[in-house]
């Protein structure tokens, strides 16, 4: 008989966006969230929310300490390379990655940046071979929930769209594949735009999930 996985879904969220509460992003990935609590029925969701506001950047010692060859086995308590330890625990700890994110200016906004930046480490979370860099995280799902002022997709794309081609070349580097991407396009156009978008989101998530079954 195959074996039921009792144990709670882990699920860490990194909130993006500067508008806290108000954020539209959040809201799409709250809707997934409630989509990924039903389909872990009883087993349960164990969720780790992450604000990515207060993360600093990458700093002197970090850069440092990646382009030696002999980084310390143990970081500086308080060091940003302690930081980045902590950050690839919380992700390699998590069954599931749930990104929710706005566009800024065609790209991740920079409190995403640095997250990866400090989750995308040589020697850590992948190697360098002959053949290109090689993830050393086991793959799993991550879900994406975008937010964006004008249109990113399909023939009425407004603007360029650097964030999901860069998600995917980032996060494969260390492993991530299994990519899913959403988005409530056009928060700029108005209300009753706003609405039919969220409206038009909500029915492809309820779709995604719907075929997993
Ligand atoms: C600094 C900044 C840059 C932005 N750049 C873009 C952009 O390049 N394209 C776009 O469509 N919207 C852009 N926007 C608008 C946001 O993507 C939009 O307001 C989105 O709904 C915000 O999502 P949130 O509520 O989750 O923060 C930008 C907003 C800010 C604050």
């Known amino acids: 008989m195959p074996q039921q996985n009792s144990a709670p879904l882990h699920v860490l969220r990194l909130a993006c966006s500067p508008r806290g509460v108000e954020s539209e992003s959040l ?17 349960g969701l164990a969720l780790i929310d992450s604000d990515l506001n207060d993360l600093p950047h990458a700093d002197h010692a970090y850069a440092a300490a990646l382009a030696s060859p002999n980084e310390p086995d143990r970081a500086h308590p308080g060091s940003t390379l302690q930081r980045s330890d902590r950050l690839i625990q919380q992700l390699d700890a998590a069954d599931v990655l749930l990104i929710a994110t706005p566009m800024h200016n065609y790209s991740v906004p920079s409190t995403l940046k640095a997250w990866i930046d400090h989750i995308v480490r040589i020697r850590v979370t992948f ?35 650097f964030l999901c081609p860069y998600l995917k070349a980032a996060l494969g580097t260390v492993g991530l ?27 492809a998530v309820e779709r995604f999930f719907a075929a997993q079954c």
């Not at 809201?27 to 087993?43: C, F, T, Y």
């Not at 190697?127 to 929930?145: F, H, M, S």
């Open 27 to 43: 809201r799409l990935s709250q809707q997934i969230l409630d989509r990924l609590s039903r389909q872990a029925g009883e087993r």
């Open 127 to 161: 190697i360098g071979t002959p053949q290109g860099k090689q993830g050393k995280l086991r793959d799993r799902p991550v879900y994406v929930a975008i937010a964006s002022g004008g249109l990113i997709s399909g023939e009425h794309a407004q603007q360029p769209d």
């Open 177 to 203: 594949h299994d990519l899913h991407f959403f988005s409530v396009e056009g928060t700029a156009r108005g209300e009753v735009a706003l609405e039919a978008a969220r409206e038009r989101t909500v029915a």
